[in-house]
């Protein structure tokens, strides 16, 4: 009997895990039971997540949604710009009770993957690794299209695959029932290197063959610590902020290639950066996570 899970389903139950990473108590700057700017989760609020399924995801826009009690309408006015369908702001950080300054932004674009765990090595996985390993597929062209979004980022984002550390249904509920999906995740790095096909790595090392790149492999303390380590620009304003850090990923989203009669993200609305920055995320099928990153 096949005892492997979907991806989707790994994909839901991480995402889910991230939208629990927010702190207990009230918001100390707006108040509400949960908020996308500080990352505050209140005790008692509640979440609803919901997954459409590869079949509806180019439809809608997006492939999993998350509500926190019908906050995200009072986030999107901070910015003057209404939310579009499907958009979720998810943070990673809260702010501490007496910090007052606005945070810094920072996106964390993650492609979750289904590995196979592999006990017969052949080729040059046999001398990359020495004992069983898991190994996934890579697209070549959403590997391209994250090696381009990382590097025109300007230091703001981080762009990484997301693969378990276990393989079988059986684990998966097992992690989920404790939430300890992201806790068995490593979150590695996209490279440098066009043209791999395949991610591969053990307990300790990573890789990105066919010719094999090592690249670094991440726990979840290792990447929130990561996210914070970058240099990141600081604001007076939360709404100038989440702004200008929108305006920048936009451009980083853009073709490589523009028309020169297109207008350019910048000269456009902020509703229309955000849906360039989702447009991009859907055709890559990606995960975006808009930090907030209280210092």
Not at 37 to 54: N, V
Not at 212 to 233: F, H, K, Q
Request: charged letters at 20%; glycine letters at 8%; one cysteine or more.
């Amino acid at each position: 009997m096949n005892d492997r899970f979907e991806e989707k389903s790994f994909e839901t139950a991480a995402n889910y895990e991230f939208a629990q990473l927010g702190g207990a108590g009230g918001c100390p700057a707006c108040g509400l039971r949960y908020c996308a700017f500080c990352g505050w989760l209140s005790a008692g609020a509640t979440i609803d997540i919901w997954s459409p399924g590869q079949v509806l995801e180019g439809a809608l826009g997006f492939d999993v949604l998350v509500d926190v009690q019908g906050d995200a309408s009072r986030i999107g006015a901070l910015i003057g710009a209404a939310i579009p369908p499907g958009m979720y702001w998810q943070p990673m950080y809260g702010h501490h009770p007496g910090v007052t300054s606005a945070p810094s932004w920072a996106s964390l674009f993650i492609q979750y993957k289904r590995p196979d765990w592999v006990t017969r090595r052949r080729g040059k996985f046999l001398k990359l690794f020495p004992g069983p390993f898991h190994r996934f597929a890579l697209d070549a062209n959403q590997h391209a299209a994250l090696i381009r979004l990382r590097s025109a980022a300007a230091g703001q984002a981080l762009a990484l695959y997301a693969s378990p550390r276990f393989h079988t249904n059986t684990d998966l509920a097992f992690h989920r029932s404790r939430r300890l999906v992201l806790e068995r995740t490593a979150f590695i790095d996209v490279g440098t290197t066009p043209g791999h096909q395949h991610g591969a790595y053990d307990e300790s090392i990573a890789r990105l063959c066919s010719e094999p790149e090592e690249v670094s492999a991440l726990g979840l303390p290792a990447l929130l610590a990561a996210v914070r380590r970058l240099d990141l620009p600081t604001w007076d304003s939360v709404g100038d902020g989440l702004r200008a850090h929108l305006e920048m990923i936009a451009l980083a989203v853009e073709p490589p290639t523009q028309d020169r009669d297109t207008p350019s993200s910048v000269d456009r609305p902020v509703e229309f950066r955000i849906e360039s920055i989702l447009s991009f995320v859907a055709q890559n099928n990606l995960t975006w996570l808009l930090c907030a990153v209280g210092r």
